[in-house]
């Protein structure tokens, strides 16, 4: 039989399926549909191997209002408060993850907000282009105790001893928690918007004056409560925000990226370079060592030697940053903007790649040496957890001071691996450690540059 008979034969036994236009369509979805799913799949197989996770670093929350946000305060982890215009006042209860819409003390604007460390968390006072309001009930109710306005900051120490700055340039102080307020014997140079006063150790205060005409800022200090001000600095530049982390170690920032330190109290200071150029309004001491200030566009900026050196940290939003708050470390903390929009970090802001390797789950614990090491200025750490837990993987300098926070979060069992950068820090051997609940280990590191 020849090859197209036998070719007659199999068409005969075996015909042609032809299938209408509709039978067609659903054999295309069907296909289609299937291939979806074998590509999602293999997504998740993937996945599940290597589980690429960035540690939350600086993130937006809920607040409730669009209006602009002038001052933000952390009163622990859990409780913390933020104020702005048309007498926005707002309270936390969850660590500033939502918030709630306190009442208004007033309907101006809001420029500052101080609550004393020395307190009980609920009692606090706000200055307005109105005057000076206190509450005694976290905002739920406000009494406004000094007419004398506009202040433009307001410093409580304590429950009784406060200061307030007005734009006329003067300063007023209470001893009795703010039912008199007096005017401060005090003949600035100048002291004409930018307005900041800060405590700097015990008696020692500091305040931050502008003269915008003259692109001047100076500085004026008292050791007795107040009682008597001196001209301390006078700068060359427009500063809006100062911090101290003891009582020789300062930094001042401010206009086009600014930023200047000083090693001896502010009778001298000298450039740091901050690598923006754009306006930094806003600076705190957070830890030993450790500085953080924001500006304007979203910018974002760290130090862990003192302000010595700056990182950039990521920030979601190019909005104008006005105030921040870091609580007791530099873990948790609360950045306040325009827009209403409030940032909040459980890291200190630090991004942190996170790699959890396979989905093997590892029978005890380990810390791994980093690789390489000694390195410049990026290495890789690796660690296994057997059980879910929360996690911290900090690194420490020779004297034991926190240089940096990469992990602070709650972490599923597995194997993982942590990049890395320390383009902030000065060369030298560090230590890092974990803790994962009752674990602990440390290992060290060198940085060379």
């Not at 937006?60 to 702005?84: E, R």
């Not at 208004?104 to 420029?111: E, Q, T, W």
């Not at 001209?231 to 500063?239: L, N």
């Not at 909005?319 to 921040?324: C, H, P, V």
């Amino acid at each position: 039989m020849g090859r197209a008979e036998k070719g007659k034969l199999i068409r005969r036994a075996y015909p042609k399926v032809r299938l209408k236009k509709p039978q067609l369509k659903q054999v295309s979805e069907r296909t289609n549909q299937m291939k979806k799913f074998i590509k999602l799949t293999l997504i998740i197989f993937i996945i599940s191997l290597f589980h690429n996770i960035t540690i939350s670093q600086w993130v937006q929350t809920t607040s409730g209002t669009s209006n602009f946000l002038t001052s933000i305060t952390t009163i622990s982890t859990t409780i913390n408060y933020a104020a702005g215009f048309s007498g926005t006042f707002l309270r936390s209860t969850n660590s500033g993850q939502t918030w709630t819409t306190q009442t208004s003390p007033s309907a101006s604007n809001i420029n500052a907000i101080s609550f004393p460390p020395v307190g009980n968390g609920t009692t606090g006072w706000v200055a307005t282009v109105t005057g000076i309001h206190k509450t005694t009930n976290s905002g739920a109710n406000w009494v406004l105790q000094q007419t004398t306005a506009p202040m433009t900051d307001i410093l409580f120490p304590t429950l009784t001893t406060g200061f307030a700055l007005r734009t006329n340039n003067s300063i007023h102080k209470t001893t009795n928690g703010g039912t008199n307020f007096t005017a401060v014997n005090f003949t600035p140079n100048s002291l004409v918007g930018g307005n900041k006063i800060i405590q700097m150790t015990g008696d020692n205060y500091l305040i931050l004056g502008v003269d915008n005409t003259n692109d001047t800022s100076f500085i004026y200090k008292t050791t007795n409560q107040g009682a008597n001000w001196t001209q301390h600095s006078r700068i060359t530049g427009v500063f809006f925000a100062i911090s101290f982390m003891n009582s020789n170690t300062g930094i001042i920032c401010g206009d086009l990226g600014l930023a200047m330190r000083t090693t001896n109290g502010g009778a001298n200071w000298t450039s740091v370079t901050t690598g923006t150029t754009n306006d930094l309004v806003a600076i705190q001491s957070v830890t030993t060592n450790v500085f953080c200030m924001v500006g304007s566009s979203g910018t974002i900026k760290k130090s862990t030697n003192a302000g010595l050196n700056w990182l950039t940290q990521t920030c979601p939003v190019t909005a104008n940053l006005r105030s921040i708050d870091m609580f007791s470390s530099d873990d948790f903390g609360l950045i306040a903007a325009a827009g209403g929009i409030i940032l909040r970090t459980t890291n200190g802001g630090t991004v942190t790649a996170v790699m959890q390797n396979g989905s093997e789950v590892p029978e005890s614990y380990s810390l791994g040496q980093n690789y390489p090491n000694p390195f410049n200025p990026q290495t890789t750490l690796s660690f296994s957890i057997p059980v879910q837990e929360y996690v911290q993987l900090k690194i420490y300098d020779l004297l034991g001071q926190e240089a940096a926070t990469l992990i602070n979060e709650n972490l599923t069992a597995g194997n993982y691996t942590v990049n890395f950068d320390a383009s902030a820090l000065p060369s030298g051997t560090y230590f890092y450690r974990l803790t994962s609940g009752r674990f602990t280990d440390v290992k060290k590191m060198i940085l060379i540059k």
